[in-house]
Antibody, heavy 119, light 110 residues
Framework: HVQLQESGPGLVKPSETLSLTCSVSGYSISDGYYWGWIRQPPGKGLEWIGS???????YYNPSLKSRVTVSIDTSKNHFSLRLSSVAAADTAVYYC????????????WGQGTMVTVSS | QSVLTQPPSASGTPGQRVTISCSGSRSNIGTNSVNWYQHLPGAAPKLLIY???VRPSGVPDRFSGSKSGTSASLAISGLQSADEADYYCAAWDGSLNGYVFGTGTKVTVL
């Protein structure tokens, strides 16, 4: 039974860096799927942030690319998100998800974690 | 701004059929397969349809997807109160080189 769980600070100050980790259980993170981050600002829709593939190559939303880093740690079976120079517009529920190459979709999601950007 | 456009809302009475449209372009829906996600309040989004019209195991056959050209649709037949949720289409966009979600449609059961 594959499960994903986000963790990290719920409050980040403006201009600082948001850091989140997604812990994966029930599956080895190096076994052939890709891993992604998606967010949902309050009252708005879903926005893809970025994904990292099993060979370590990342893909990022062009609108966030200059501020985003997604990395993977196979020894800890988790992957991470760093978003620098945050502002109030980055306040959102952040989800991590597993992506399947076979179906080109995110098939398993974490429950999400709320991150507020405020001083 | 999302490159996939959906109506903001849709509604129906129990038992009715509701259809949600998703309009894109050649670089996303026109070239790549469409996925649909159901997002219930307070829950994680759930994959409802992939590869335009395939239901993952466990998804009722009341949900169906289709694609034509640069547009896609999700149909919910036999509408139930449990179907009240936000629904998002999504696809890879070759021009943006990224995954894009639709604007989302809130389904209300009257």
């Amino acid at each position: 039974h594959v499960q994903l769980q986000e963790s990290g600070p719920g409050l980040v100050k403006p201009s600082e860096t948001l850091s989140l980790t997604c812990s994966v259980s029930g599956y080895s993170i190096s076994d052939g799927y890709y891993w992604g981050w998606i967010r949902q600002p309050p009252g708005k829709g879903l926005e893809w942030i970025g994904s990292i593939y099993f060979d370590g190559s990342p893909y990022y939303n062009p609108s966030l690319k200059s501020r985003v880093t997604v990395s993977i740690d196979t020894s800890k079976n988790h992957f991470s998100l760093r978003l620098s120079s945050v502002a109030a517009a980055d306040t959102a529920v952040y989800y991590c998800a597993r992506g399947s190459y076979d179906i080109n979709a995110f098939d398993i999601w974490g429950q999400g974690t709320m991150v507020t950007v405020s001083s | 701004q999302s490159v996939l456009t959906q109506p903001p809302s849709a509604s129906g009475t129990p038992g009715q059929r509701v259809t949600i449209s998703c309009s894109g372009s050649r670089s996303n829906i026109g070239t790549n397969s469409v996925n649909w996600y159901q997002h219930l309040p307070g829950a994680a989004p759930k994959l409802l349809i992939y590869n335009n019209n395939v239901r993952p195991s466990g998804v009722p056959d009341r949900f169906s997807g289709s694609k034509s050209g640069t547009s896609a649709s999700l149909a919910i037949s036999g509408l139930q109160s449990a179907d009240e949720a936000d629904y998002y289409c999504a696809a890879w966009d070759g021009s943006l080189n990224g995954y894009v979600f639709g604007t989302g449609t809130k389904v209300t059961v009257l």
